[in-house]
């Protein structure tokens, strides 16, 4: 064609020449491309960023640490409400898909239908049913049924439902509202659970077709069978798509039948089939850029890649790319068929944008029966990862909603907790004793890295002035613990009850430790936050602690680091300059500043380990535990409904790319916000991990005194139901990850 190979080489180099003087454009770039980041910024006109996931891609952009880059549309949901900078310069297409969205939902009902919303009573429900995966999510899929119950006043908040879950309470509201009803599930992630719901609720399996066990047979298309169960299956309203439509009444036998049907809007107002009205529509991945890049970022990318450009005019020239492929691979989707670029028509923000398509939910209009989930945050960084986790929640239909509430620090989480002011958090394993104290009792266990479990030992002095060689002869010594109530204290206290040193019927650890040690210093032994019983020695326990040089103060016990006791340095400060023995977590700190030589391990079967330092083998440590666990508060009412929003967590935003949203991962390059980053999901109680194991028995006998003291005997009983389903609910999910 016109332009001559010489020419065209030399226009070629003449755009590298001319671009290399401006600053490349940083892109988002994702796992997987590190191969192809070099070779596309050897032309100088790209940098890429890495991400661990594409929210990262949108965090980065909005705060100009990237110009431009792809994002899948649940993505740019989760984020539409947070971000100001960001500009949805276009969409993915393929050439197949010619209608401007991948789907759009849409309600089918008989011809005769009136009284929109309030005439469906007792009419039987098609719906696709919910084994979709991530293509459409339970928002879409739910937003008919939700309205329709709304709009009757038929929540059913009041029903009486076995597993007294939202979840349970909406199949029972639409088994009451519906007639005979198609709507296969699964409708819980767990296989007997499922089961049972079916047989519960079979009223909305009695017209599936074929089989009426309510899932949903290979190889059916799902949106196809439930048009089909509205016009040949006896059903009376369907949710389906637009294109199903379509597709449906264009074969030559359903042509005549498109006049016994009505499209149902979103206002309740029926149309006729010429006439459609959706209600969700599905946009593709989106190219999103900086805002002021945007206009840049689209005229290089006409000119880079203009083959894949879907134009409303001719473009200028068809040149080819200069990045000869590599760029694609870091841009383009993985379908390889969305290989056509369609910009919009104007910049608009991602909630502009999308809003065009559907309604993105807010917590408060989503909130079924007044009921909210409150999780518990310590900083303006994990509230902010809780908020966008929240409505990622949302987008994904998860009830009850998720509320964030942010307390001054991990105890003020239990706190609120035990106060009612918030409903559940994954607590440190550190403060485990004081929660149960505060009548909180763990609901799941995140499963930690390895290298991040908790080791805890008793330490003493190398000299060993005092000829320390058995757990007895610690009795009246002078004890240095990094904080009173919490995970070495407890440690060693259970070690001590074993091996019959303390008694092992008492319940008052605080007498208990008290009347063992001599005076000693046991941070937090003087406040009330920190749960001392009222025999607990407050000022023994805080006799040997000191505050840091230029404190205001003479004397402290305070847990934080105006104390030069407090911690598991500052203990073995304590034990070098006052004390006899010191209880430390191994591998929690940085001991860097201490010289380990000086001390010696002290193993818990009583004798001394072999050499100095804190090198032991497995057998010396008092225990081996994870660093946390999911606390509520023991027999709250929300439990099982917290159980099913952390079967949803897991299953919905585990770690894995291609979700939403990552729960246990990094964000906004702050990590261990809500969860451990180590965190690789969330285990049942009963779980058979060791270190989960050895974490139940150490609160084995708190917890029997706890319940012992508990007066409400209505909450023993509520207690038999939980782990019932959560020990299901998350072993499934355990072995479904293994
Ligand atoms: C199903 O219903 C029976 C009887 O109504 C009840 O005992 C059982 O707990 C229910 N099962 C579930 C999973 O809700
Ligand atoms: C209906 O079928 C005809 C012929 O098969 C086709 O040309 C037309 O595009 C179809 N219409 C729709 C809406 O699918
Ligand atoms: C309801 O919505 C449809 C489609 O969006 C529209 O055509 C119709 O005018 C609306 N009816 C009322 C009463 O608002
Ligand atoms: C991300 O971090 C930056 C600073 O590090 C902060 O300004 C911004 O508000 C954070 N964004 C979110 C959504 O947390
Ligand atoms: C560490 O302590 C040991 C034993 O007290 C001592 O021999 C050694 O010199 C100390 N090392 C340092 C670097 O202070
Ligand atoms: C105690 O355990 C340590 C570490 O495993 C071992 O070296 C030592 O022999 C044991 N002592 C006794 C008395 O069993």
């Not at 042509?255 to 593709?284: A, E, F, H, I, M």
């Not at 966008?388 to 998720?402: D, E, G, K, R």
């Amino acid at each position: 064609m016109g332009i001559p190979p010489i020419t065209s080489a030399l226009l070629f180099i003449g755009i590298i020449v001319g671009i290399q003087a401006a600053k490349p454009y940083k892109i988002c770039s994702l796992p997987g491309t590190e191969k192809e980041c070099p070779q596309v910024e050897r032309t100088g006109l790209l940098q890429c960023v890495n991400n661990y996931h594409g929210i990262d891609c949108i965090l980065n952009i909005e705060q100009g640490k990237s110009d431009f880059g792809r994002v899948t549309p649940e993505e740019a949901l989760v984020a539409a409400k947070f971000v100001q900078n960001v500009v949805v310069l276009g969409e993915f297409k393929s050439d197949v898909i010619g209608d401007d969205a991948i789907f759009a939902t849409a309600v089918l009902v008989r011809h005769d239908h009136t009284n929109g919303f309030k005439g469906l009573k007792g009419k039987r429900y098609c719906h696709p049913g919910f084994r979709f995966e991530e293509t459409v999510t339970e928002l879409v899929l739910k937003e008919f049924e939700n309205v329709v119950l709304k709009e009757n006043n038929a929540e059913g908040c009041s029903n009486k439902v076995g597993s007294d879950t939202l979840l349970e309470k909406e199949l029972k509201a639409l088994t009451d509202f519906f007639g005979p009803s198609c709507r296969p599930g699964p409708w819980i992630d767990l296989d007997e659970r499922n089961k049972n719901y079916y047989k519960n609720y079979s009223k909305l399996c009695e017209l599936c077709f074929p089989n009426s066990d309510c899932t949903l047979p290979v190889g059916v298309v799902p949106f196809m069978r439930s048009l089909e169960c509205l016009v040949n299956g006896g059903g009376d309203v369907a949710l389906t798509t637009l294109n199903t439509i379509h597709e449906f009444f264009n074969k030559t036998e359903n042509n005549n039948k498109q006049n016994d049907y009505r499209y149902l809007c979103r206002n309740g107002s029926v149309s006729t089939l010429d006439n459609p009205c959706v209600w969700s529509k599905q946009p593709g991945n989106l190219i999103i850029a900086h805002k002021d890049q945007a206009d840049d970022v689209k005229t290089d990318l006409e000119s880079w890649i203009p083959k894949n450009i879907i134009a409303d005019r001719p473009t200028p020239y068809a040149g080819n790319s200069p990045f000869e492929g590599t760029f694609e691979k870091i841009f383009f989707p993985s379908e390889p068929e969305f290989n056509k670029i369609k910009f919009a028509f104007q910049r608009q923000s991602v909630k502009d944008y999308l809003e065009k398509y559907r309604v993105i939910p807010d917590s408060r209009s989503s909130e079924k029966c007044n009921q909210n989930i409150k999780w518990c945050t310590t900083s303006y960084e994990e509230q902010q990862k809780c908020g966008w986790l929240a409505q990622a929640s949302l987008n994904n239909a998860i009830q009850p909603v998720l509320n964030c509430i942010q307390s001054p620090n991990k105890l003020g989480c239990l706190e609120d907790i035990k106060n009612d002011k918030a409903d559940v958090v994954a607590a440190d394993a550190h403060h485990g004793y004081i929660a149960r104290k505060k009548n909180l009792a763990p609901l799941a266990y995140p499963e930690t890295d390895n290298r991040k479990l908790i080791n805890t030992v008793v330490v003493i002095k190398t000299s060993n002035p005092l000829k320390i060689d058995r757990f007895e002869n610690l009795k009246t010594r002078k004890a240095c613990i990094p904080e009173y109530g919490g995970i070495e204290w407890l440690s060693f206290i259970n070690v001590a009850r074993d091996r019959k040193v303390l008694s092992k019927t008492t319940c008052d650890y605080g007498e208990l430790i008290s009347d063992f040690v001599g005076d000693s210093c046991m941070p937090g032994a003087h406040d009330a936050e920190h749960e001392k019983s009222a025999k607990t020695h407050s000022q023994k326990l805080c006799d040997l602690c000191v505050p840091v040089p230029h404190a205001k103060t003479a004397k402290t016990c305070n847990s934080d680091d105006t104390n030069a006791y407090y911690g598991n340095v500052g203990a073995l400060k304590c034990l070098k300059e006052a004390g006899d023995f010191a209880v430390i977590t191994l591998n929690k700190e940085d001991y860097a500043s201490i010289n380990e030589s000086e001390f010696r391990v002290l193993c818990k079967n009583g004798s001394l380990a072999i050499n100095p330092g804190f090198n032991v083998d497995s057998e010396c440590v008092l225990t081996t535990i994870v660093d946390s666990e999911v606390v509520s508060k023991r027999n709250s009412p929300k439990n099982n409904d917290i159980s099913i929003i952390l079967l949803n967590f897991e299953r919905r935003f585990g770690t894995d790319r291609t979700k939403a949203f990552e729960v246990f991962n990094i964000f906004n390059n702050t990590v261990d916000l809500l969860f451990m980053d180590t965190t690789a999901g969330l285990a049942p109680t009963t779980s058979n991990n060791k270190n989960i194991r050895n974490y139940v028995s150490l609160f084995e006998h708190v917890d029997k005194c706890v319940i012992k003291n508990d007066d409400g005997s209505s909450a023993a009983v509520k207690a038999t139901i939980l782990p019932l389903i959560l020990s299901i609910i998350l072993l499934m999910y355990t072995n479904y990850k293994n």
